[in-house]
């Protein structure tokens, strides 16, 4: 005897967590899911701006918190995965969107700007992340990169 599928439940009454929310991307997605019925914690290092989104979220009858994190800091991410969890019952999405640029000519950046901006492996940073970053880079800057 064969069951049937389950229906596959994707947004609705979901919880995601959606660091770098704020701006950009990362704002767009909680928008997104927000408008899919997903309840939707938006945390990014800049609270000002996160408290915004959620603001704008509300006002079309979102369900939505703004957090504060820094996604390099281990302590950060596992105490407000903790919080959502026992706020909210469950986590279902954590979208690792969090990321940083530094400005000016690739030329002009030092082996100093280029780890702050990729090197977030399990000694520094949220462990177990992926440590893919968005961020552009030279061939030049590529090649200086540790193994």
């Keep these: 005897m064969t069951r049937p599928p389950v229906a596959l439940r994707a947004f609705e009454g979901a919880v995601a967590v959606i660091t770098g929310g704020a701006s950009g991307i990362g704002k767009a997605l909680a928008e997104a899911l927000a408008e899919r019925g997903c309840e939707v914690i938006v945390a990014d290092l800049q609270t000002g701006l ?34 959502t969890v026992g706020r909210c019952g469950r986590l279902d ?10 400005l000016g000519e690739v030329r002009d950046h030092t082996i100093a700007d280029w780890y702050r901006i990729i090197d977030h492996g399990p000694d520094r940073g949220a ?17 200086r990169s540790r193994p």
């Design 50 to 83: 996160a408290e915004e989104a959620v603001g704008a979220l509300r006002a079309r009858g979102a369900r939505a918190t703004a957090a504060h994190l820094d996604v390099t800091d281990f302590s950060e991410v596992s105490r407000l995965v903790q919080e």
């Design 93 to 102: 999405y954590m979208f690792n969107n969090a990321g940083i640029g530094i």
């Design 127 to 143: 462990a177990g992340w992926p440590r893919r970053r968005k961020t552009t880079c030279s061939p030049a800057a590529a090649s």
